[in-house]
């Protein structure tokens, strides 16, 4: 499904809101974060980023994560944060070295 920005069509919203209840997975993927359906973030139980290029989709982000811009502004490819919605737990890795870090 493709969404917006603003407000989320009727049944992806539906379904978003009640997917963890129903035991629902659902996984988004999106270019541009800070265009991104707002729902879909909200909702989301875990967010994982790579490194972005534009300073707008890292701010968002950053928000959305609950951490500092500069953490997303230093990461190069392969590199990703993780952010758990559950404990607030904030993971970093890189997909080549297989190494995480626990950053909170």
Same mark, same amino acid.
């Given at each position: 499904?493709? *969404?917006?920005?603003?407000?989320?069509?009727?049944?992806?919203?539906?379904?978003?809101? /009640?997917? /963890?209840?129903?035991? @629902?997975?659902?996984?988004?993927?999106?270019?541009?974060?800070?265009?991104?359906?707002?729902?879909?973030?909200?909702?989301?139980? %875990? @967010?994982? *980023?790579?490194? %972005?290029?534009?300073?707008? $989709?890292?701010?968002?982000?950053?928000? =959305?994560?609950?951490?500092?811009?500069?953490? %997303? *502004? $230093?990461? &190069?490819? %392969? $590199?990703? @944060?993780?952010?758990? /919605?559950? $404990?607030?737990?904030?993971?970093?890795?890189?997909?080549?070295?297989? =190494? &995480?870090? &626990? &950053?909170?």
């Amino acid at each position: 499904m493709v *969404t917006c920005t603003a407000k989320a069509p009727l049944a992806w919203g539906k379904l978003l809101r /009640r997917e /963890r209840k129903r035991g @629902i997975k659902v996984v988004a993927v999106t270019q541009r974060p800070a265009e991104a359906d707002k729902t879909c973030l909200s909702q989301a139980a %875990l @967010i994982r *980023t790579g490194a %972005l290029g534009r300073e707008a $989709d890292r701010a968002s982000m950053a928000k =959305e994560m609950n951490v500092n811009a500069t953490l %997303l *502004t $230093d990461l &190069i490819p %392969l $590199d990703w @944060i993780e952010f758990h /919605r559950s $404990d607030l737990s904030v993971l970093k890795g890189n997909l080549e070295k297989k =190494e &995480i870090e &626990i &950053i909170r």
